[in-house]
């Protein structure tokens, strides 16, 4: 049963409904009568190993929920990857605290430090629940339907797309925009959710699921061009070549790399640039812009899907039920059933930790430049209520006077 103390660590990238799934915890531990105090670890496994813990059970109630409606990572956060020995030091803190119940809300590396903490605890025969709570709006979850924070990142992107669409329509060229995916092309498959009409941007779509081809990718944007007198592309951070390794490190002299050693890859804006030189370079299209989305997709407030608000605070409110009236430790996991609803249930950690999920082939079109309707089905009702539409104005042309061919002022 749920008792003693309870501690709530939220890790990775913050999202616009983590605090959603941090506040479910604490409010739903609070409950019990046999838990005495609900801790928060600021900024993640490094304030566990520092002993940087905030008393959780004195917050009130109304200033919890104001926070559970705000963006980004409340408790804080941290890039730390803990191994072994990194492990062991936690360990040894929540023991020494006598911690006796553990949620930790991340994504895959969160999951897995979760899963050696747990091995750690049971090799020494200490009474400590280990409950993974899913967070990730790279939605590379594995056993998940989805991941809460995916949703409203999703969201920003196709209203994103949605505006450039209509920017691009007025003022025609090539805009290039990279968002974030090192792996899956979840959030980049989004921008497809913007598109209305027919001849509606994005008109190419490139994920990590497939192979990037310079070439192939200079001659669909020629297509485009030539059949829309404009091109808007959503590419993945994480574009890579047949042999897997990154575009960008192909494209740019020195490649930067991130605390873990994997190669920095759209936090410079470098792709976008240097993808949008090879369409100038190779083609006589003058205007050609690339954009980086990076940061604004995560957290961005007031672009939050009610659907992800939901199940984030449910996700954490679970994990509590699971820590109570379960027997082992685990991860909870999202189950869609019918359209649209959904089922929690506890998995394995193991299944869990350090697993990446990519995009199934049915969400991808043939040719690796698009998505299906069928992952537009997927990911529609996830998005919630609300979607702002974008119109046109009916063409209804006058029919011209003058010579058709008087040459335009300069």
Request: aromatic fraction near 8%.
């Amino acid at each position: 049963m749920l008792k003693g103390k309870v501690l709530v660590a939220q890790g990775g990238g913050p999202t616009a409904v983590i605090n959603e799934s941090m506040v479910g915890a604490v409010i739903e531990s609070r409950k019990f009568a046999a838990v005495e105090r609900v801790y928060g670890a600021h900024y993640g496994v490094r304030g566990i190993v520092d002993e940087q813990f905030l008393d959780l059970t004195q917050e009130t109630a109304h200033n919890l929920e104001l926070v559970a409606e705000t963006p980004c990572s409340a408790l804080g956060s941290t890039r730390d990857k803990p191994d072994l020995k990194y492990c062991q030091e936690i360990f040894k803190v929540l023991k020494a605290h006598g911690i006796e119940t553990f949620f930790y809300i991340g994504g895959n590396d969160s999951s897995d430090t979760l899963r050696i903490v747990s091995e750690q605890a049971q090799k020494n025969s200490y009474p400590l629940r280990c409950i993974h709570i899913p967070k990730t709006v790279d939605n590379d979850l594995a056993v998940n339907d989805h991941t809460p924070g995916y949703p409203s990142a999703a969201r920003f992107v196709a209203l994103a797309f949605a505006g450039v669409n209509a920017d691009n329509r007025a003022l025609p060229g090539v805009y290039i925009a990279v968002v974030m995916g090192r792996h899956a092309g979840y959030l980049t498959a989004a921008s497809a959710l913007g598109r209305k009409f027919e001849d509606d941007g994005p008109h190419l779509i490139y994920m990590p699921e497939r192979p990037f081809v310079v070439d192939k990718f200079v001659s669909d944007i020629k297509d485009c061009y030539d059949k829309y007198g404009r091109c808007i592309i959503a590419v993945a951070e994480g574009i890579h070549d047949g042999s897997g390794t990154p575009i960008i490190s192909k494209l740019v002299d020195k490649v930067e790399r991130d605390a873990h050693g994997n190669v920095q890859l759209s936090g410079t804006g470098a792709l976008a640039d240097r993808l949008s030189d090879i369409v100038k370079k190779h083609t006589n299209i003058k205007r050609v812009r690339g954009d980086t989305f990076g940061y604004l997709q995560r957290s961005f407030l007031g672009c939050v899907s009610d659907v992800d608000q939901r199940e984030a605070r449910e996700v954490g409110e679970k994990a509590v039920q699971y820590a109570h009236w379960g027997d082992r430790d685990g991860s909870v996991t999202i189950h869609r059933t019918g359209y649209y609803s959904v089922d929690y249930r506890l998995s394995h950690l193991p299944d869990v930790a350090g697993k990446t999920a990519t995009m199934p082939d049915s969400f991808i079109n043939a040719a690796g430049n698009n998505v299906t309707n069928d992952f537009v089905f997927y990911l529609r009702p996830l998005l919630g209520k609300g979607m702002p539409d974008a119109f046109r104005l009916r063409a209804n042309p006058v029919p011209k006077i003058l010579n058709g061919n008087r040459q335009r002022p300069d």
